[in-house]
């Protein structure tokens, strides 16, 4: 963000000057600009299906840890099963 506000910057300091030099630096500022506000979309979108797997991970760790307490008391109960039988 602050490297843009540079380029912003100085691209309006470039604007005050008219040459070619000054048309060319603007152009190539105004590329970079470009370039570096996608980058920063894709970063974005990448930090979001990052943390939308995380969610999912964490959604599918706290799935686990419930099926593993049922499988426990299932445990306990088909002891108890057992131990009636005989």
């Keep these: 963000m602050i490297i843009q506000l540079e380029i912003e910057h100085l691209i309006k300091t470039f604007q005050k000057h008219d040459t070619d030099k000054a048309r060319d630096a603007i152009n190539v500022l105004n590329r ?49 099963l057992k131990k009636n039988i005989k």
């Design 32 to 80: 970079v600009l470009l370039e570096l506000r996608e980058s920063n979309d894709r970063l974005r979108q990448s930090m979001l299906l990052t943390s939308e797997s995380e969610l999912s991970s964490l959604e599918q760790i706290k799935m686990n840890r419930e099926l593993l307490q049922e499988l426990e008391l299932l445990r306990i109960e088909n002891k108890h």
